[in-house]
Every structure is written in C-alpha cells, then in structure tokens.
C-alpha cells in the first residue's frame, strides 16, 4: 500500500511560483509512473504532468514553459516546479502513482493552490 502525501500549496500572485512536493510511502517508488493531476472549482480532474521512473516527462499543454515536474527515487519524492502561475492553476493539485505493471493506482489527499491578486 502507497501513501502519497502532498504538501507546497498556498495562494500566490499572478505570475509568482510554488513548489509542490510529493512524498511516497510504503511501495517502491520506480515500480510507479507518477503524476500530478488538479481539479479547479466546477471543473474535471485532469493531468497536468506525468513522469516515468526513468524521468521521461509529459506536460499537458497548459503548463509547458512554466511547470517542471522531477523525481527524486532514492528520497520517494516527486516535485511540481510551477512558474508564471495564472488564476486559471487555481485548483486542487494531486499526486498519483500508477502501477507500471499491474491496474493498481494511488492517490494522494490534495493540496491547494489559489492564484490571486
């Protein structure tokens, strides 16, 4: 059973950056694909970066230019750089894992991002 922990969200003003961070429990980190996800107010959840165990990284195409995500397999940490953030990241960021063989995922509890002036 993987625990995934977020933690870096808060409220910044347009055009500032956060740092989110993503710490894994419980399973091998480089079994995993790992990704990071958000759900804005009214909106469906959707992905906002992917990252495979040997660092292979997909953006969607909102955040290329200003979102880096990396991982960190000896420490179980997956990180979210955001720069240049706009009102429309404002959402729910979470962290997830998914199983590169077998149908078993894991999400994290969320962390809040609010991007306002």
């Known amino acids: 059973q993987v625990q995934l922990v977020e933690s870096g969200g808060g409220v910044v003003q347009p055009g500032g950056s956060l740092r989110l961070s993503c710490a894994a429990s419980?399973?091998?980190?480089?079994?995993?694909?790992m990704a990071w996800y958000r759900q804005g107010p009214g909106l469906q959840r959707e992905l906002v970066a992917t990252?495979?165990?040997?660092?292979?990284?997909n953006y969607a195409d909102f955040v290329k230019g200003r979102f880096t995500l990396s991982r960190d397999n000896t420490k179980n940490t997956l990180v979210l750089q955001m720069n240049s953030l706009k009102a429309e990241d404002t959402a729910v960021y979470y962290c997830?894992?998914?199983?590169?063989?077998?149908?078993?995922?894991?999400w994290g509890q969320g962390t809040q991002v609010t991007v306002s002036s």
């Open positions: 997830h894992a998914k199983h590169t063989l077998f149908a078993i995922d894991y």
């Open positions: 990252i495979t165990s040997g660092g292979t990284t």
């Open positions: 419980g399973g091998i980190l480089t079994h995993y694909i």
